[in-house]
């Protein structure tokens, strides 16, 4: 594979995945990406200009997608509107990106029939009770809760439609929640870590014992890239590095690594349909193609995680600043 599209490369987990494919691989990448509030741009700086390009447009304009994806060898698809609370308070462009931007990139695989791998969510299985023995599997029925998780699940299923209507080579990969370098401050981790660096205390919903699956970004970069190179045509892979955390647990990791009290916490009123728990059986990953995540170790990773929000302030406080009028306009 020598060209490949991926929309999305100047977000959270697209720009790692371009990381990635240009440090362990020889193809060239075209990142398509609308520069939304969510983009970190800056994380793409410094690649080689003669393998990564970035092209400014919308993935739900045919018009930019179909060049794109008619010079490509493969597209892998990221780009997204992303964060649930947003989705709560303005369901829109979910809608319109999340399923009609994924519908024009099919019709554009299809037409030129590329190799194309879709990015997904496991919140589109819904939520596991606290004390369920089981996970999330490939065999879990949809569920989801959201408007951000529904407009994901009707992606998937627009994927999974057009594999077995047009034979589009297609692969689907439902991953956990991502943690590391360069998310949106909008998101729980960094949220948190920038609030403790302010001096604030970390805002936690509800009772605070809603649990997610937690995995590295780099992890799933390395699990995306092994599908779209080995995975099987048709096939759906759950992404999951067995990172079960409850949220007042990870708030108390970072209180810890400031030196601050673990009770030092403010809660907050619950998002409204919020998930409980979250958790993924990756066997099938691992065992078909011999995937494993490089980070075991969640504080560890965490650690490293708090430390880069603290060398690059310069990124993230104009996002801090204009996610916290956003929420105080909301009275959030
Ligand atoms: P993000 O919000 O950080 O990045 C999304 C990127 O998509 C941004 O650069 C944005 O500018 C771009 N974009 C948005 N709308 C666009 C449009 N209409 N046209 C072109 N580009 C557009 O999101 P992320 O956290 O990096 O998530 C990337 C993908 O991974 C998403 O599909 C998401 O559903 C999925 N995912 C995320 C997580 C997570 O924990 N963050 C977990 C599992 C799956
Ligand atoms: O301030 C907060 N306080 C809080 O308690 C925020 C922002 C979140 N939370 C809770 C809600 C969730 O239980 O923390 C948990 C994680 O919240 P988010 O970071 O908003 O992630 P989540 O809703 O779990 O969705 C994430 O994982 C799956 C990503 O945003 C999605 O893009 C991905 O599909």
């Given amino acids: 594979m020598q060209n490949i599209l991926v929309t999305g490369g100047a977000g959270f987990i697209g720009s790692n995945f371009v990381h990635h494919v240009v440090e362990t691989t020889d193809a060239r990448v075209t990142v398509l990406d609308k520069l939304t509030y969510a983009s970190t741009e800056e994380s793409l700086a410094g690649l080689p200009e003669d393998r990564v390009r970035l092209v400014v447009g919308d993935i739900a304009d045919a018009s930019v997608v179909d060049p794109l994806v008619e010079e490509a060898d493969a597209v892998v698809h990221y780009a997204a509107e992303s964060h649930n609370d947003n989705s709560l308070s303005d369901p829109a462009p979910f809608i319109v990106t999340n399923l009609v931007g994924t519908f024009t990139l099919l019709e554009a695989a299809r037409r030129y029939d590329k190799r194309f791998h879709h990015v997904s969510t496991d919140e589109v299985y819904g939520d596991l009770e606290l004390d369920d023995p089981k996970r999330f599997t490939e065999e879990t029925p949809y569920n989801p809760s959201s408007p951000y998780s529904a407009s994901k699940a009707g992606s998937d299923h627009l994927v999974r439609a057009w594999v077995r209507s047009f034979g589009v080579r297609a692969t689907i990969s439902n991953c956990s929640n991502n943690y590391g370098p360069w998310q949106h401050v909008e998101k729980f981790i960094p949220r948190q870590i920038t609030e403790v660096i302010d001096g604030r205390k970390p805002r936690v919903y509800g009772d605070g014992l809603n649990v997610r699956d937690w995995i590295h ?92 929000y603290q060398a ?21």
């Avoid at 949220?247 to 619950?270: K, M, Q, S, Y």
């Fill in 312 to 332: 690059n302030e310069a990124w993230w406080r104009p996002a801090k600043a204009a996610t916290e009028a956003a929420y105080a306009a909301k009275g959030q």
């Fill in 217 to 308: 970004t780099s992890d799933h970069s390395s699990a995306v890239l092994a599908i779209l190179e080995k995975g099987r045509v048709g096939e759906t892979y759950l992404i999951g590095a067995d990172g079960e955390r409850s949220n007042v647990d990870v708030v108390r990791a970072i209180l810890r690594h400031f030196g601050r009290d673990a009770d030092d916490i403010e809660w907050v009123t619950d998002r409204a349909g919020h998930d409980r728990r979250y958790a993924i059986e990756s066997g099938k990953l691992r065992s078909e193609l011999g995937w494993t995540p490089q980070f075991q170790d969640f504080e560890a990773g965490l650690a490293d995680t708090i430390e880069w």
